[in-house]
């Protein structure tokens, strides 16, 4: 059984974080751009003494006064702290790694009912992380005990695996399951929940396909902090996908997810810029926008912005960079770039040549950094977070 859509719980946060909800969601969430009209904040839960003065050391770096401090709390029974100490040891930090006694913390708090700590311990079965022996039953019968006990990351969980187990090569595969559990995690506002059902709506996955539905969805994602879902957004108001067409408002939410640091959110927003989608058109700028996504290593980003080197798109040509960004695409996967690759290559001369490959062996780091050259630079930096998205 494929568990491509099954991510581990198991993640060290803040200690604020780790109190309130020990088993993380099971994707990072970022905090939201704004909140959803009419809702009010709600008040942040108050931290006990012990976990307040955790949280300070843990801010401090002193994980092991964290550590010492969480496990005083765990040993007089207190299954939050429980769950914390477990996250620590099976991590490693603050305490020499121990599985053994993750688990052991982990299973006193799941045993106690505790829903974070049953699907933290579930998820490590499952998956059979951090040195856990894999166990699909006991997995599966502690995830069913937080899922039905109303806990959204466990029905979320559920959700995942149930899809992971879906027959897609009969004539009508069987996606109640997974829908059934992402859809009670996305009623209380899970955002990778909520996430998840715009596919189920989009495509009709065992209920009726909906693309305004799936665009609701995926808005209420984006507002609880998704930042894929941030993204999702922004093609969604390109395509008019289940909502009225505007490129200005592509923009905005573009321009919200790169900074986050989203590659693809880097690599549409430079598209629109490079065809003047919403934006006046500018080369320059877009080069900036793909330029920051091959700096993280994505090859589509690279494969554009050797493009943009080769034909001189804001910024002048040089085909020693274009080289080095259609070598490093192709080396992430990507045919064309292969191909591309050998056709610059022909037209280097010896010294664009060796400068190529002087900076794909590394030996030009330390010059580039010194110089601020970098072959994924076109030319003056932009600051998403101050993008000003004008209408052509």
Not at 283 to 291: I, K, N
Not at 313 to 318: A, E, K, S, Y
């Amino acid at each position: 059984m494929s568990n491509r859509f099954i991510f581990p719980v198991l993640a060290i946060t803040s200690l604020c974080a780790v109190a309130q909800n020990p088993a993380a969601a099971p994707a990072k969430q970022q905090p939201a751009p704004t909140a959803p009209a009419g809702a009010e904040k709600p008040a942040a839960p108050k931290l006990p003494e012990a976990f307040l003065k955790a949280k300070e050391a843990a801010e401090k770096g002193d994980m092991a006064t964290a550590v010492k401090i969480l496990t005083a709390e765990a040993e007089k029974g207190n299954v939050e702290a429980m769950t914390a100490v477990a996250e620590f040891y099976v991590a490693g930090r603050g305490v020499e790694q121990s599985a053994e006694t993750g688990v052991k913390w982990l299973t006193k708090a799941a045993d106690a009912g505790h829903p974070p700590a049953q699907t933290t311990l579930a998820m490590l079965f499952f998956n059979g992380a951090q040195g856990v022996k894999k166990d699909e039953e006991r997995a599966r019968f502690l995830l069913q005990q937080a899922a039905e006990a109303g806990y959204a990351p466990a029905q979320f969980q559920s959700g995942a695996i149930a899809e992971a187990a879906v027959d897609t090569k009969v004539r009508e595969p069987n996606w109640k399951d997974s829908r059934f559990w992402y859809e009670k995690a996305a009623a209380q506002g899970n955002p990778d929940a909520l996430l998840a059902m715009v596919r189920y709506h989009d495509q009709g996955l065992g209920g009726p396909a909906d693309a305004a539905k799936a665009t609701e969805s995926c808005m209420a994602a984006a507002k609880a902090g998704n930042v894929v879902a941030m993204n999702e957004m922004g093609v969604r108001y390109q395509r008019g996908t289940g909502i009225r067409a505007d490129n200005v408002a592509a923009i905005g939410w573009f321009t919200v997810a790169t900074q986050y640091g989203l590659a693809t959110a880097f690599i549409n927003l430079g598209n629109c810029y490079e065809t003047g989608n919403g934006v006046r058109q500018d080369f320059s700028r877009a080069g900036e926008y793909y330029a920051a996504a091959a700096k993280g290593g994505n090859p589509v980003a690279q494969m554009l912005i050797g493009r943009f080197f080769e034909e001189g798109m804001g910024t002048p040509v040089n085909l020693a960079y274009a080289y080095v960004n259609y070598t490093r695409a192709a080396a992430g996967g990507l045919q064309d770039a292969t191909k591309k690759r050998d056709e610059i290559k022909a037209k280097l001369t010896p010294a664009q040549l060796k400068e190529a490959e002087d900076i794909l062996s590394g030996a030009a780091a330390k010059a580039a950094a010194t110089s601020g050259a970098n072959p994924a630079d076109t030319g003056k930096k932009t600051d998403p977070k101050k993008a000003d998205p004008k209408k052509k």
